[in-house]
């Protein structure tokens, strides 16, 4: 059964600074793994979707990797912003579209 | 372009009660999904569709049905309600899959059962 761990559970840093969000996963037979944010009270928006095949995945300020053989994939945020205080989910999915979810992690940017 | 859009947004049960929550998207997409959040963690899977006609259990199905007679909608149903049941629901849908193309999600139903 596939099992996705992302840690730490809540992160918080000053305004500027650089961050990485980590997300592990037991089994690497993915197709591939998608970052997601969810502000509080509200549904979840993609921010990013990496192919099995790709190593990263770039947009913006947010860069994600992915390394299936180790089963790790950063999440890595640039110059932080209070505006980037949220909780960020990692999701991966095989072939057939079995979605497994980590809890999130917790992400506050203080002024 | 409204997206996702699901109703209500709130909603209090008494054990045993049914209802039924309601996902419409004006995408055009053929997969949508009912996910349910518990507090702290991350979704699971209820059921899904990847068309009009055909839906399939996910993770957690028990409890719940769906329907889809349309591309548009998508309810879940809640069968004699229990506070096991007492979650925030997301609706989400994506053209060829979220396992292929970007998901997006309706704003949730925040469901208590008492």
């Known amino acids: 059964k596939q099992e996705v761990t992302q840690i730490p559970a809540a992160l918080s840093v000053p305004e500027g600074e650089n961050l990485v969000l980590n997300c592990s996963f037991t089994d690497s037979a993915i197709y591939n793994l998608q970052w997601f944010r969810q502000d509080p009270g509200k549904g979840l928006t993609s921010l990013l979707l990496i192919q099995s095949s790709q190593r990263e995945q770039t947009s913006g300020r947010l860069n994600a990797s992915l390394d299936k053989s180790s089963g790790r994939s950063t999440l890595y945020i640039a110059a932080s912003q209070p505006g980037d205080s949220a909780t960020y989910l990692c999701a991966v999915y095989t072939n057939a579209g079995k979605s497994t979810f980590g809890d999130g992690t917790t992400l506050t940017v203080k002024p | 372009n409204a997206g996702v859009t699901q109703t209500p947004k709130f909603r209090i049960l008494k054990i045993g009660q049914s209802m039924t929550l309601q996902c419409t998207q004006d995408m055009n997409h053929n997969y949508m999904y009912w996910y349910r959040q518990d507090p702290g963690m991350g979704l699971k899977l209820i059921y899904y569709?990847?068309?009009?006609?055909?839906?399939d259990k996910g993770e957690v199905p028990n409890g719940y049905n769906v329907s889809r007679s349309t591309t548009e909608d998508f309810p879940l149903r809640l069968e004699l309600a229990a506070p096991s049941q007492t979650s925030v629901y997301f609706c989400?849908?994506?053209?060829?899959?979220?396992?292929?193309?970007?998901?997006?999600f309706g704003q949730g139903t925040r469901l208590t059962v008492v």
């Open positions: 989400a849908s994506s053209d060829s899959g979220m396992h292929r193309t970007e998901a997006f």
């Open positions: 569709s990847v068309g009009a006609g055909i839906t």
